[in-house]
């Protein structure tokens, strides 16, 4: 395998984690907080589609991507208010919104489209392009270092930026603010937080909108930033739940998350590559079983077999005031 093709699948690996990786931030988040999140698929679905067909309509993405973190928002919104003001059981309040986005999604797409619940292939202007870095084409034919920047670090589009550095980002809020440690105290002593006089459900709330803006984004990549940009039915194929288990991979640390939804990107850029596989093992691997890699490894991370992971310890329970 030479230098060239080993970048072609890092680089599609960094593409294909990108929506993996916000939609996991945005899980860390909810859930250091104490909301479990399995609405983090429907999140995304709705995200994508409103900023496909917004993008679509209006020819700019970035009212696509507006409308795409608006869509989340909402979705967060009927999730907290299930979750937090009427103590609702947050399994349950995520399973529904994975089905009401799934549904409702293609019932509007038809309805606007008249193409099958998909919206229109999106084309210049209305789909974000990628970003040729400073220094990239000068330094394309430098040995080894110009390749890797060319093809792995410059090309990609603008939300792949912003995702890897909401990682840091994130690490700093939870870390090294007031507010992230708040936020970590609410989800694993909300009764400790509530009587230092700090509201529980306003951190809680705050957690969620962060929730809702990182899925959007998340959805918004997947429709308007892949290279065949554009709406199609349930095009998020469980990366909500694979998000979910790079979470608990990571057990709830941004920087482990970053190389958790990595490795996972990885198995899905093996998928694009066969003939890569059967030139390195020397055996012809079954496209099918390739498909089925990551969802594999979700099933292996939640069955335990990584370690045991502890999560928040006030996660799923809703909070009652102590008079």
Not at 119 to 135: M, Y
Not at 144 to 157: D, M, V
Request: glycine share 12%; aromatic share 10%; with cysteine.
């Amino acid at each position: 395998m030479d230098l060239l093709t080993l970048l072609q699948v890092l680089d599609a690996t960094v593409r294909l984690a990108t929506p993996l990786l916000l939609a996991c931030l945005a899980g860390l988040f909810s859930e250091r907080a104490g909301i479990f999140d399995i609405g983090l698929e429907g999140k995304m679905l709705g995200g994508a589609f409103l900023s496909a067909a917004i993008a679509a309509v209006t020819g700019s993405v970035w009212l696509g991507l507006g409308a795409g973190i608006v869509a989340a928002l909402l979705l967060s919104a009927i999730h907290g208010l299930a979750s937090i003001t009427f103590r609702g059981n947050q399994l349950i309040s995520g399973v529904a919104i994975n089905f009401f986005a799934q549904g409702l999604t293609v019932v509007i797409a038809q309805s606007w489209f008249g193409q099958g619940g998909r919206t229109p292939q999106l084309g210049d202007g209305s789909r974000f392009a990628g970003l040729t870095l400073p220094g990239a084409e000068a330094l394309r034919d430098v040995p080894i270092l110009g390749p890797i920047y060319y093809e792995l670090i410059s090309g990609h589009t603008i939300l792949v930026y912003i995702a890897f550095l909401i990682v840091p980002l994130t690490w700093w809020v939870l870390y090294r603010t007031r507010y992230g440690l708040r936020l970590r105290a609410v989800g694993e002593n909300p009764a400790a937080v509530d009587t230092a006089g700090v509201s529980v459900r306003g951190l809680r709330y705050s957690a969620i909108v962060i929730c809702g803006v990182l899925t959007g984004i998340a959805g918004a990549q997947l429709a308007t930033a892949e290279p065949a940009a554009g709406f199609i039915k349930d095009m998020t194929a469980g990366r909500g739940y694979i998000a979910l288990a790079a979470l608990i991979f990571a057990k709830w640390r941004p920087w482990y998350a970053l190389f958790a939804c990595l490795l996972f990107g990885f198995l899905q850029a093996l998928e694009l590559r066969p003939d890569l596989i059967q030139a390195v093992i020397g055996l012809r691997v079954q496209g099918q079983l390739l498909s089925a890699l990551p969802y594999i490894m979700t099933v292996v991370i939640l069955a335990g077999f990584v370690g045991k992971a502890i999560p928040p310890r006030a996660g799923g329970e809703p909070y009652v005031k102590e008079r």
